[in-house]
């Protein structure tokens, strides 16, 4: 079995990537990364450590996920994330493949609006690149406000449990590119 680490800013991040990635990897096994680690102490000298710390010769893959909390013209966003990713890939033996989220995760789920609206019983009207959403989750939020549930970021994991992953792949192209890769990397092992 092949084993794939997966490194966060939340566990509930993590946890997500991961439901929605056993849906088409059933023979791959996942193991969280860091879990006690969140937000800007991914950049800590204290993060870094823990997860050389985590690893382990058993782990093939990591998926290294960030959001960018920005558009992706937003250059120097870009240069510091892919900086810190770099570092980290390079604490990870070259073992790295980076899941960088254009401003949040839940533009995932809006790229998979019907399986939300299903579940939150609400009607949230999105078509295009959820790339293009400034604050995906405040979205999320707002149109569940007078929902019998509101969406909350712990929820990302059963959300994303009933998310299709192929129409996720289909309406959201960083989604895709990161899919095809992390797929040819599998492959290959």
């Not at 839940?106 to 790339?131: C, K, M, Q, T, W």
């Amino acid at each position: 079995m092949i084993k794939v680490g997966v490194i966060g800013e939340d566990p509930y991040d993590t946890k997500a990537i991961i439901n929605l990635l056993k849906k088409r990897h059933t023979s791959v096994g996942f193991k969280q990364l860091g879990k006690k680690l969140t937000g800007c102490s991914l950049d800590s000298e204290k993060f870094f450590k823990t997860i050389s710390l985590d690893m382990d010769d058993t782990i093939s893959v990591v998926i290294c996920t960030r959001d960018l909390d920005g558009f992706d013209s937003q250059v120097e966003k870009l240069k510091a994330r892919q900086a810190w990713f770099d570092r980290l890939n390079d604490v990870l033996g070259e073992k790295g493949i980076f899941l960088l989220n254009i401003f949040e995760l839940e533009a995932l789920i809006l790229a998979d609006i019907e399986s939300f609206n299903l579940d939150y019983r609400v009607s949230i009207n999105f078509r295009g690149d959820p790339a293009m959403i400034s604050d995906p989750k405040g979205l999320l939020q707002s149109n569940t406000r007078k929902a019998k549930k509101t969406y909350a970021v712990s929820h990302c994991p059963s959300v994303f449990d009933k998310l299709d992953i192929d129409i996720i792949e289909r309406n959201c192209r960083y989604f895709r590119v990161f899919l095809r890769d992390f797929q040819k990397r599998i492959a290959s092992l």
